[in-house]
C-alpha cells in the first residue's frame, strides 16, 4: 500500500499511465455525416479513439426527438434507449483554484518524500522515491495546472471514485448543422 501522503495522481504518474479515463484512449473529435435522408438537423461526434468511428447524434427536425449512433450512423437508438444503455458518469471537476492550492500541498508532499527516501509499494513492486520522480510529477501537475486555466476540464473522481481520472476539452467536439 502507498503511504496516505502519496498523491492518488502521483501514483498515475509514477506507473506511467497519466490519466486514467472511462474511454480508454486518446479523445479526438471530429464531424461525420449521418445518412439519414432530411432529417440530420445537428450532429455532434466524438471519437474515443484514434481507430473509433466514435459516438454520433442528430436532431430530428419533425420530431425534434435527438437520436444517437455508436457505429458511424450504419444504426441509431433514440437518446432515451442510448442513454438507458449508457448511464450518465457523475464527473466532479477540478476549478483551476482548487487545483492550485492542491498541487502546493502536493509540492510539499512529493518534496517531504524524496528528502525521507520514503519507501513506496505498488502492485510493480517495492522501490525509493527520487527527487527525479519529484520533480516529474510536480512538471506534469503544473502543466495540468495551465491546461485547466486554458480550459481543459480535469476530474477530482468519476463517479465517486478518487482513483479514476478523466479529462475533457470542448475543442475535442465538432458541431454540424444542415
Known amino acids: 500500500?502507498?503511504?496516505a501522503k502519496f498523491?492518488?495522481?502521483?501514483?498515475?504518474?509514477?506507473?506511467?499511465?497519466?490519466a486514467v479515463s472511462p474511454l480508454h484512449g486518446v479523445t479526438e473529435a471530429h464531424a461525420l455525416?449521418?445518412?439519414?435522408?432530411?432529417?440530420?438537423?445537428?450532429?455532434?461526434?466524438?471519437?474515443?479513439?484514434?481507430?473509433?468511428d466514435g459516438?454520433?447524434?442528430?436532431?430530428?427536425?419533425?420530431?425534434?426527438?435527438?437520436?444517437?449512433?455508436e457505429d458511424n450512423g450504419v444504426t441509431w437508438v433514440s437518446e432515451e434507449d442510448y442513454e438507458s444503455s449508457h448511464p450518465?458518469?457523475?464527473?466532479?471537476w477540478w476549478t483551476y483554484d482548487e487545483y492550485k492550492?492542491?498541487?502546493?500541498?502536493?509540492?510539499?508532499?512529493?518534496?517531504?518524500m524524496a528528502d525521507e527516501h520514503t519507501m513506496v509499494e505498488t502492485?510493480?513492486?517495492r522501490f525509493?522515491?527520487?527527487?527525479?520522480?519529484t520533480d516529474q510529477c510536480i512538471a506534469e501537475y503544473e502543466q495540468t495546472l495551465n491546461d485547466i486555466k486554458n480550459g481543459l476540464l480535469v476530474s477530482k473522481s468519476v463517479d465517486g471514485d478518487t482513483e479514476c481520472m478523466t479529462t475533457f476539452s470542448p475543442n475535442w467536439v465538432s458541431t454540424t448543422a444542415d
Do not use: C, H, R
Request: proline share 1%; charged share 25%.
Open 123 to 125: 502492485s510493480e513492486g
Open 128 to 133: 525509493e522515491w527520487t527527487q527525479e520522480m
Open 33 to 52: 455525416n449521418a445518412p439519414v435522408a432530411n432529417s440530420a438537423q445537428q450532429k455532434t461526434v466524438v471519437s474515443t479513439t484514434d481507430d473509433s
Open 55 to 69: 459516438v454520433m447524434s442528430y436532431k430530428d427536425k419533425e420530431s425534434g426527438k435527438t437520436f444517437v449512433s
Open 88 to 92: 450518465t458518469i457523475n464527473y466532479d
Open 7 to 18: 498523491g492518488a495522481l502521483a501514483l498515475t504518474v509514477l506507473m506511467g499511465l497519466g
Open 101 to 112: 492550492e492542491w498541487l502546493e500541498l502536493e509540492k510539499k508532499n512529493l518534496q517531504e
Open 1 to 3: 500500500m502507498v503511504k
